[in-house]
Every structure is written in C-alpha cells, then in structure tokens.
C-alpha cells in the first residue's frame, strides 16, 4: 500500500479529513458556550434554583476549561496528542450525558466542571494536530481559518438551537444532542488521525495547573455563596481567604518549578500583562451581558426560549459583522485603539442593558445594548489578543497564546461570579434592581480596563523597502 507520505494527494485527502473531523469537535465545544445561556430559565425552574446559583452552570465549565488549557497542552505532548485528543473528547461526551441526566442541581455543576476538563484536554490536541498535518503557508491559513469560521458558526448557532431544544424537547437535550456528534469524533480520529510517534519528555507542573484551577473557583464559591442568606459569614471569610492563599501558592510554586505553567519572565513584558488583565475585565463583562439579556428576554420580557434565541441574533450578527472589519482596521487604527474602541462600544451596551429590564420595556428594547456589545466584543477581544501576543518568538508564542486564551476564560468566570452572585443576593436584590447592580460593576471593571489599555504600548510597524 503506497504511504501517504509517497502519495501527497492522498495525504492532503486525509489531512481534510481529519480537519472536518476535528472541526466537528470544535463545533460541539463552541456550541456548549452559547447553548446553556438562553436555556438557563429553563434549568433554574425545572431543577428550583436561583439566577445567582444558575451562575455556576456557566463558571464550572469555564473556570475548568480555562484553568486546564495549559496543562492539557502539555499532556499532548507528554502522552501523545492522539491520546489526549481521544480522552478529552470521551470525557466531554460522557460528561455531556451525565449533564443531561442530572437528577439534581450538584450533579449538573460536576457534570459542567467534567465537561470542562474535557475541553481542556481536547481543544489543545486538536489545535496541535491540524497545525502538524499542514504545512506552514496557504494550506495551513486555509484551515485555521475554517476552524475559526466553524467556531464562530458555532457561538451563533447555540443562541438559536439553545432555543428550539429548550422549547421542543426540553433543557435536558441542549447537553444530549451533542453526544452522538462526540461518539462520530472518536470513531474518525481513531480512524484517521495519525499515531502518537515518540513523545517528548516534558515536565509536568501539575501542582500549578491545579492551583490555577483551584483559585477562581474557591472565589467564584465564594463570592456566590456570600450572597445565600443561610451560609454562615465565616464559612464565606475563610473560602475567599483560601482563594487569596492558593492564588499566592501559585506564585510560589511558578517561581520554583524547573518548567513552570506560566515562566515568571512572562510578567516582564509589560503590554502583554496589560492586555491580558483587560482582557479578563473585558470577558467578565462580556459573560455578565449574556447571562442578563437570557435573564431579562425569557422572565421580564416573557419570551419563549424559542423566541429568545431568534431576539440574540442582531447581537450574533452584530459579532460577525464586527470580527470580519476588525482585522482591517487593526493596520490602520492599532491594537490599543481597536481594544479601547471595544471596550467602550461595551460599556455603553452594558449601561444600556439597565434601561429596558429596570423600566419593564419590551424585548426590542434590548437590540441596541446586543449590538454594541457585540461590536464591543469583535473590536476589543481581537485588539487585546493582537496586543497580547505582541513580540512573541518561537520559544513563547504557545506560552503567550495559552494565557490569552486563559484570561479570556477565567475572566469570564469570574466576573460573571462576581457581577451576578452580588446582583442576585437576596438581601440586596430587594431594595437595587439587579439588572442594574450587576451592570454597574461590570462598568465599573471596564473603566479600568480601558484605564489599563491606555498604558499599551505597541511597538512600531516595520515598515516594507522601497522598491527601486
């Protein structure tokens, strides 16, 4: 039989292959991130709690998915990516039934954070092996961006399916549906992704990826907790004060380790730090007005689900419309001005949220806070992720990549934590409107992050010789 590498039209046959495999996969992950927010309602009345509780449907995923990216990269390399990519996709599949038959509201929550780990371990792989089965130049360009366009697909269509699920077959199918999808994923890669060759030996800093994990959640545990009128304050105190110490044990352990998660020189670079912090200000924000448009679509507005995800779409189209101009614009206007652009455009969305769901206007009323946020969201994020890897070298863009992607998700678990689970107290949600409390502080969080993107400092464009 002629090898696929004696035979190039085979290997490229193949390459595409495992790339509409794997896109497949990214498909489902992307998915998973907009299809719980419109049936969040839904889950909240049929297993009895709260919207501050339903706040942990969102961050389990997040916080798990982002706190383990990094070490899920490094076991690819350590036991193989084939491996890892297999695992990662069967544990976000069994957590996704698991999710689906949840009996009670804890058993959601673990089936979240499973999910999450999964993710972790799958997305890495999965980036890894297109990158390594196409060569550097157009046919590599051609597939990250299909992967990107499917990813971008997907954020947009789980607003809509989210809907239909919900209102024909119920919450519990939004998690269901994708698990067929995930057993065709298994079968192709085992099928056509190439083995695992000779692996490298890699350290592990296992103890700095759990801490990383640890820290957000044992926050975000409080933070909600301190809001539920039967938890004892001192239960609150010494959660939050864990989350202090874990976040300094990271530190300490990054500084020791022979091959830290994240090399302390990373702080050095003074644009990529402030990038990355307003990066996580800015998806807090981001993660806050998703769950708030659900909110106030679906229990103030009196929206079906249905008719809540068709409402999300301006904001979806608002996002496509936005990532396909920004790009040209980062030549023109610069990272610092497209982030700092985003960052406005979303804290007039923001503050244009409380005006609706607080004067009990209907749910057109909410398209014009959507569309700037969205567009905030397309011209900040894609600024601060070009700022965020500025400069990088061989040696660092994996690491500077992984952050970035890092902050994105951990910023938006816990400012979501934060934002909702103070909104949300019953002691405060009383007397302040919470819609309007939880889009306070999430204008709050983006006046300092522009105020941090206002010290970017970008270096200057090389410029191209002349020509004769």
Sequence with gaps: MTSDISNPRRADIRAWSVLGCLATLQFLIAIDVTVVNVALPSIGAGLSVSARELTWVVVA?????????????????????????????????????????????????????????????????????????????????????VWAAVASTGLVVGFVLSGIITELY?????????????????????????????????PLDLPGSLLLTLTPLLFAFG???????????????????????????FVVV???SAAPLIPLTFFRNKTRVMANLSTALLSAALSTSFMLFTLHLQQRALLTPLEAGLMLLPLAMSLVAAATFVPRLLERWGARACAGAGIALTAAGMAAIAIPSSGGAGAAATIP????????????????????????TEDDAGVASGIQRAADQLGGSTG???????????????????FVTASALAVAGLAAAWLITRRITMPEPEKEPEVG
């Design 416 to 434: 979501i934590a934060l934002y909702i689970g103070i909104a949300f107290a019953p002691t405060l949600a009383t007397s302040i409107d919470p």
């Design 61 to 145: 995923y997040t916080i798990t998915g982002g706190g383990l990216l990094m070490l899920g990269g490094r076991l690819g390399d350590v036991l193989g990516r084939r491996r890892v990519l297999i695992a990662g996709t069967a544990l976000f599949g069994a957590a996704s039934l698991l999710a689906g038959l949840a009996p009670s509201f804890p058993l959601l929550v673990v089936a979240r954070l499973l999910q999450g780990v999964g993710e972790a371990l799958a997305l890495p792989a999965s980036m890894a092996t297109i990158v390594l089965m196409f060569p550097e130049g157009p046919r590599r360009s051609r597939a990250l961006s």
């Design 254 to 256: 990054e500084k020791r």
């Design 170 to 202: 119920g919450w519990r199918w939004i998690f269901l549906v994708s698990v067929p999808f995930v057993v065709l994923v298994i079968i192709g890669a085992i099928a056509l992704v190439p083995a695992d060759s000779a692996v490298a030996r890699v």
């Design 369 to 392: 806070a959507m569309v700037l946020i969205a567009a905030g969201m397309g011209f900040g994020l894609v600024g601060l992720q070009y700022a965020a890897v500025t400069g990088v």
């Design 223 to 249: 933070v909600i907790e301190a809001g539920e009128g039967g938890t004892a304050p001192w239960i609150t105190a010494v959660v939050l004060i864990a989350s202090a110490v874990s976040g300094a044990l």
